[in-house]
Nanobody, 115 residues
Framework: QVQLVESGGGLVQAGGSLRLSCVAS????????MGWFRQAPGKEREFVAT????????VYADSVKGRFTISRDNAKNTVYLQMNSLKPEDTAVYYC????????WGQGTQVTVSS
């Protein structure tokens, strides 16, 4: 069992930056591939970024490529999402997940980007 807690969301103006964190507890963090997803009001949850267990491989959605960076610190059981050049369309609840056969989800953190 893995528990995930996101933090770092908030209200920011367009063009600004935020860094989200997701702290994992439970089983060995380095065993899990980690990812970030988001869900805007009235829309389905969508993929944002993912990182493999060692942190050597990352994949991004086209909509955030070049603006967002996913990283992880296995010693701190934490995965990060650095978000730069934020746009109003980035407004959503952001969720992290952990995957190793089973997928675990956090409760989410709200990101609101004002124009």
């Amino acid at each position: 069992q893995v528990q995930l807690v996101e933090s770092g969301g908030g209200l920011v103006q367009a063009g600004g930056s935020l860094r989200l964190s997701c702290v994992a507890s439970g089983r060995t963090f380095s065993s899990y591939a980690m990812g970030w997803f988001r869900q805007a009001p009235g829309k389905e949850r969508e993929f944002v970024a993912t990182i493999n267990r060692s942190g050597g491989i990352t994949v991004y959605a086209d909509s955030v490529k070049g603006r967002f960076t996913i990283s992880r610190d296995n010693a701190k059981n934490t995965v990060y999402l650095q978000m730069n050049s934020l746009k109003p369309e980035d407004t959503a609840v952001y969720y992290c997940n952990a995957r190793y056969g089973v997928t675990y989800w956090g409760q989410g953190t709200q990101v609101t980007v004002s124009s």
